[in-house]
């Protein structure tokens, strides 16, 4: 008899017909055979559904209809995926563009079947079309309240761990169904956000709750980096901006984000100054825009930074604040 599927991937495609061969193919190829895989369409214009349906029909197929973005593709992709498979265990939150390593589950599902407090996890991510360079190790909220990727573009030497970590990338992320039922929210990701920063603001959350957020070593990831979002000039820049505030104001204590503030706007002119010398200024614009409408839409958010405020009260404003020197 077969074997219930303690793991489930969960994939939003968006116009990504030229990833997703690829993309499945390293789940089919994982050594760890005890998973199903989702795909949530977010109205491919493209041949993403066709290939699906004529090439990977073990693939779990929903299709949205629209773009409903990354946070709320992915929440019709977890709910999906558990009502039909009510005894997972973990969920894999996997970009089109990323690639896995044939090891990459069955070394974190060996690492996390004793860790009764995880919540995400992640491996090495590397750099897709250079393996020599890092991708991202974790990720952060930085002192200067910027949701920070870190390891990126650094050259890649080996590593040591496993370690925790403030949080993890969702490009290729595997999450805890426990973590998922103890979180005070109906959904995963807050949709609100649409898209850009919803992994730092997860993580965020597991953190301030007390949960555990692991980098562990020993496999890898690999990622293109923004294949859907990169082909709108602009976008990923105006989305940060404007999802940042909101991400700050629900995960951190308010007495640290007035500390920050002073660092918030340093950090903000010297981007400025950045995009300028390097003759990229037309993405200023971009990034004032994210902040005034970022602002704009904080009353959105009310309910969650309320929901959160029990949490933010009672985490360790010490150690919070040394944890977002680096991440780990």
Known sequence: MKKDPKVAFILVCWNNEELLAECLNSIAQQDYQEHVTIVVDNGSKDG?????QTKYPWVELHEAKRNLGFAKGNNRGISAIREKYPGLDYLVFLNTDAR??????????KFVSDKTKAAILQSTMLDYYDNRIIDSTHIYISQNGAGTQAGWGKPYRGETGPRKVFGVNAAAAM????????????TVFDETLFMYLEDIDLSARATIMGWDNYHVPGTAAYHMGSASSGKQPGYSFYMTYRNNIAVLMKNIPISMLIKMIPSIILSDYHTIR???????GTLIKHLIKGRVVGVLRLPLFIPTIMKMSVYRKNVCKEALWELMKTGD
């Open 274 to 280: 950045h995009l300028r010398t390097t003759n990229r």
């Open 100 to 109: 896995l390593s044939k090891s990459w589950l069955s070394v974190l599902i």
């Open 175 to 186: 999450i805890t169904c426990s973590f998922i039922d103890a979180q005070p929210f109906k």
């Open 48 to 52: 993403s559904v066709k290939l699906l």
